[in-house]
Each structure stands twice: as C-alpha cells, then as structure tokens.
C-alpha cells in the first residue's frame, strides 16, 4: 500500500475508535515510521492491538492530559491513559522545548502505554540538533538475575544525537538479545525465532515464538543486561508515577486495566561545553568508520545510519503489508 | 594494613609528589574506596600509574581547576590534568549542588584523567538522597561492532539511586564482559583471565591477560554492547570537550600526554515527579526480592547492595596488600 494511503486508512481507523483527529496523526505516523525504518515489529502489527485496548475501555480515546511544568526545565505528564505514542509525543516535544530554553529538558510521562519504538523519538530531538536520552518500560519479559520469573521489560535504553550528517546517530537498544515485537511477529507469521534468545516456562531453549512468550527472554550479558533493565525500571517506572515492578500490563491479553506506563526523556543542546560539536562528532564517526574492518563488513555504521537508509529507500516504496495483519486492517476499517 | 595507616601512607605519597593536602586526600579515599568494596583492580594497584603519571609530567599535581558556571543546573569543569579523581570530586559535588538548587544538576569535566570506580560518584550522589547517571571514557580496549581494531574504552556506565536502605542502588557496569582493571591486576598477580573475555591481537581467544591487554576485550552483547561503549564515548568526550575516538591515552604505557578524559554527570532529585519515591522504590525492590529464585540463589541482591556489604566487612578489617604492590608503595614511599 502506498505511505499516503495507508496514513489514510489508519487515520480512519482511529477516528473510528473515537481518538481526536490530531491524535490519530500522531499515531498513525508513528505506526508508519516502524515501518518505514524496517521495525515491524512496532509497526501494523500492533495496530489491532492499540483498538482492541480501546475497544475493552483500558486505552482512553479522549484523553484529558495534565503537563505541569515543574521549573523552566523541567515538566511533568500526565497521560490518563492515551496510546503511548501521544503521551510520548508531547513528552519528547516538552522536553526538546525545555531544552530549547535552558540547555537541558527533563520530562517525566506517567499513565502512558507501549509507545512504539524509542528511536523514534531520540531521533526526532537529534534531527532537531538535541541530544537525546529515553527511557520506557514495558511489561514483563525477562527474569531479574537471580530468579526463575519474569518481570522487567525489554525496557530499552535510546541515546540519540547529532551527527553532523542527514541520519542522526541513534542507538536503541532493548536489553533483551531481541526485542518481544519479534518475537511477537515471528508467533503471528508462525516463524521460528534465533536459538539462544529464549527459554519456554520451564527454563528450556526454545525457537517456538508461542512457548518463547509464555516463558523467558534471555538478558543481555547476565547480570549487567538485568541490572540496566532494572535501571530503566526505576528511571521511567519508580521516578515517573508509573507502574513498575513487574505492574505493567501486557497490551495483548491483560484487559484488567490500563498499562500505565512510564517515560522519561533527558535532552540537552550539544554545544554547552564546546562550540564545535559538529565537526567533533563527525570527526569522531570519521576515525572509527576508517578502522580496519573484520572479513565481510564493507562499511562500519553508527547506530541509526541503516535505520535512516531503510527509511529512504522504503519511502520511496509501497508498503508490503503480510495477509494476517491486512485481515485484521480491514476488519477494524468496518469499525 | 589498617585503613587508618594505610590513607596517611598514601596521602603521605601523593604529598611527597607535590600534590595539595587536600587532593591527597581525595585521591586515598577513592583508592581505599577501591579496596574496601572489593574492587582492587582500581585500587592500590593502580597508585603506582597515577605516581609514574606525574613522574613523567603527564598528570598535573597542582593543577588550576577552572570552574564555569554556565546555568544554575549546568556547570562546566576543565580539570587541568588532574588526577582523575579530583576532577570526577568536583563533578559530582557540582552536580549534587545544581540538583539541590533547581531539582537537576548537568557538568561535564574535561582534561581529567581515569576517575577509578563509576560507583564511587554514584553513590556519593545516591547517599545524599538523589539520582545519578554518571558516564566516563576510557583508552581503548574494545572493538567497534564491524571492526578488527580497539577503540572504544570500557566505557562504564554507572546509574545510582537511593534505596531506602543503607546501601544505596549502585549499577556500576562497563560495555566489556569483565573490566579492564581485572585483566591488569591479573597480568600483575601472574594469574590467568576467564574465558570468552578476550582475544590476542591475532584475534583468537586467550585466558593470558598480558595477550588480552595487547588484543581486544570483547564487548557484551555484540553491537549493544559496541552500540552503548559509542554512546559513552559521545557523552563523556565528545560533548565534554575531552578526547574521544580512540585519543585517550594508555595510562600505564602512554606518556606522551595527558589523558584528558571526560566524564559526565546527570544528577536529579527523585521526588520531583511523585511525592512517595522512598516508598515506591521499597515496594519495586521488596517486588524483586521476592521472586522464585534459581537453584543456588539465596537472595536476590540490587546492584550495589553487595558491594555495601563488602565494605561494612572490609572497613572493620586490615586490608590485604599483595607482596608486588606493596613493594611498589614502599618504592613511592621514599619517594
């Protein structure tokens, strides 16, 4: 289907589903820019997802959004339950904002929900000319170290910034050794998922994306991954006002109340402590791109570069839509 | 020795090499920070660098420390080649003043050298009531993703916040799969590295540390781990004005300049945007805790809380100096 038409047809939809005109842009462009930059997982697939939340009254379509500015840095957001994407889309606009003024924007989001992928609005603060930090957590997925049940998230760290170049560097990283989209995508196009990446619920390996949900994803690294994912927990549950500690809910089959998700964005303005941060950035992607590289890799990429490059090139394109998600599009276009 | 003895001795040191009373001081206390929470490899092991640093004119004793104020949250600090820790002193001292002030505190510290222990600032920092982010860099020791060269650092990653308990919530973990500092003090002690850590420079696996020092430390988790070790680098040299892209110099080996790295410290009050926060990160630890653990695991622990164990032991006990570094200290001793 053609970008234009598909935003369209996905406007439509949430318009159906009783979300304001303006907040169903924001949605559907979000929905689209997973698409576009090669993440799926975080893109139509979930669609069907975000009105069945509306639909059983745990996402709010009309949302009545509280921002309390704390100091000229510094803003608090409360979504009551809108889609992610809106709660995140006025927490990353505040925070650029903030930054705009002061140097630095520091914005906590609570009652929010899944928001789609973090480099999403990493990248918009750096495209921007800001340096970006987000975090978000996400219902439970991996096991704290040390123990046999799941409960933090993915939980992504997203560091976005300048680089002097038309794609910014961006990095977003989920501490899972895949993200669950994938996982979850890999279950409704019945594919198998890599080895090593989870256990079923009784702590064997699996490649079944079904008995991978049910049971655990593997942490980065042991105890560092765990540790950092029990970070983002803090930075956008604890800190937030949001749920945390395993609270969050699943968006796919936990229909006892809203998610209640957290984010927090840190973005700052580059040139606080040199005044040529440009060619300092690029100087430096200059000088690691030049290492020797190991047999098969033509070009080092920083974070984001081969997002930015899909996106061109899949903008261009008609987007490629899997049968299963085009049935369920059509069904929710009945309304 | 007991810590008492052992502080006049090292303060004693760095007095003969010409440095203040009162960064003598700050440097023993980080040393013997080191030691008592079980972290030797940055701690006495290490004096021996910082003295031959000097020595050689590469670290400043009596350094002028330019301070600049560039808002209530944001300051900007050029070390003058100092020894690390006086400069990552400062930093985090400023950063707590900022963030008692207007809720945030942002300094980035240029021209200082390695800092020690990441947890050390953090904690600090967590003690006092806030939430740190603490980020610094390092020479290289690590291969971007696609490369066959080092050159990102350790690049730790360090995430403080009080705890309600004693022990304040302290992740303190580098982007390799074990630190630099482990792999230096075994090459010093003549004992082997763990598997899976390191390759020589011809890019096979060793368990030899003084091959690994000479080859690559691996990074955790791939391009993750490459991803996050570049973002550190971004952070704490290219935004602070510090070396970056492979510049920092060796400290053990490199005496062709200072080292001028960087650090970066993001310091908040975590009550900004709840009025519960004890509460709430009591309730996400007690969450963890009691979840089913695997077989082996007696207790769940939050990063940091072993570290404050080992230090409660460690501070009532003599400390334990290997033969080879002691004579080392009694080298420096006579000056």
Same mark, same amino acid.
């Given at each position: 289907?053609?970008?234009?038409?598909?935003?369209?047809?996905?406007?439509?939809?949430?318009?159906?589903?009783?979300?304001?005109?303006?907040?169903?842009?924001v949605?559907?462009?979000a929905?689209?820019?997973?698409?576009?930059v090669?993440?799926?997982?975080?893109?139509?697939?979930?669609?069907?997802?975000?009105?069945n939340?509306?639909k059983?009254?745990?996402?709010?379509?009309?949302?009545?959004?509280?921002?309390?500015?704390?100091?000229?840095?510094?803003?608090?957001?409360?979504?009551d339950?809108?889609?992610?994407?809106?709660?995140?889309d006025?927490?990353i606009?505040?925070?650029?904002?903030?930054?705009?003024?002061?140097g630095?924007?520091f914005?906590?989001?609570?009652?929010?929900?899944?928001?789609?992928?973090?480099?999403?609005?990493?990248?918009r603060?750096?495209?921007?000319?800001?340096?970006?930090?987000?975090?978000?957590?996400?219902?439970?997925?991996?096991?704290?170290?040390?123990?046999?049940?799941?409960l933090?998230?993915?939980?992504?760290?997203?560091?976005?910034a300048?680089?002097?170049? #038309?794609? !910014? =560097?961006?990095?977003? @990283?989920?501490?899972?050794? +895949?993200?669950?989209?994938? *996982?979850?995508?890999?279950?409704? $196009?019945?594919?198998?998922?890599?080895?090593?990446?989870?256990?079923?619920?009784?702590?064997?390996p699996?490649?079944?994306?079904?008995?991978?949900?049910?049971?655990?994803?593997?942490?980065?690294?042991?105890?560092?991954?765990?540790?950092?994912?029990?970070?983002?927990?803090?930075?956008s549950?604890?800190?937030?006002?949001?749920?945390?500690?395993?609270?969050? #809910?699943? !968006? =796919?089959?936990?229909? @006892?109340?809203?998610?209640? +998700?957290?984010?927090?964005? *840190?973005?700052?303005?580059?040139n $606080?402590f040199?005044?040529?941060?440009?060619?300092?950035?690029q100087?430096?992607i200059?000088?690691?791109?030049?290492?020797?590289?190991?047999?098969?890799?033509?070009?080092i990429?920083?974070?984001?570069?081969n997002?930015?490059?899909?996106?061109?090139?899949?903008?261009?394109?008609?987007?490629?839509?899997?049968?299963?998600?085009?049935?369920?599009?059509?069904?929710?276009?009945?309304?």
């Open positions: 289907m053609r970008v234009k038409d598909l935003k369209n047809l996905i406007v439509k939809i949430f318009l159906n589903f009783k979300l304001s005109k303006e907040h169903s842009i949605c559907a462009d929905l689209i820019n997973a698409e576009l090669g993440a799926p997982s975080h893109g139509l697939a979930r669609l069907f997802s975000y009105c939340r509306i059983k009254k745990v996402i709010n379509p009309k949302p009545k959004i509280k921002i309390k500015k704390i100091s000229q840095s510094i803003t608090s957001i409360d979504a339950n809108a889609v992610g994407f809106i709660g995140a006025l927490g606009k505040h925070a650029i904002k903030n930054a705009k003024k002061t630095i924007g914005v906590a989001v609570k009652n929010s929900g899944h928001y789609g992928l973090s480099g999403y609005y990493g990248e603060a750096a495209q921007q000319g800001f340096v970006a930090l987000c975090f978000t957590n996400a219902p439970p997925a991996i096991a704290p170290h040390g123990a046999k049940k799941t933090f998230g993915t939980n992504p760290i997203c560091f976005a300048p680089s002097g170049n #038309k794609a !910014p =560097f961006v990095l977003d @990283t989920s501490i899972s050794v +895949i993200n669950r989209g994938k *996982i979850r995508r890999a279950a409704k $196009l019945g594919e198998k998922i890599p080895q090593g990446v989870a256990l079923d619920k009784n702590g064997n699996t490649t079944n994306p079904r008995k991978a949900l049910d049971g655990l994803q593997l942490p980065i690294a042991g105890f560092r991954g765990s540790g950092l994912a029990w970070m983002v927990d803090i930075l549950g604890v800190i937030t006002g949001a749920n945390h500690g395993g609270k969050v #809910k699943d !968006p =796919f089959d936990d229909f @006892t109340g809203p998610q209640n +998700i957290g984010h927090l964005f *840190i973005v700052f303005k580059p $606080l040199v005044n040529n941060y440009i060619k300092r950035i100087e430096n200059k000088r690691i791109k030049k290492l020797p590289k190991i047999k098969g890799v033509k070009e990429l920083y974070p984001g570069e997002k930015a490059l899909r996106f061109k090139i899949n903008s261009k394109k008609k987007i490629f839509i899997p049968k299963n998600i085009l049935a369920e599009i059509n069904e929710l276009n009945k309304g």
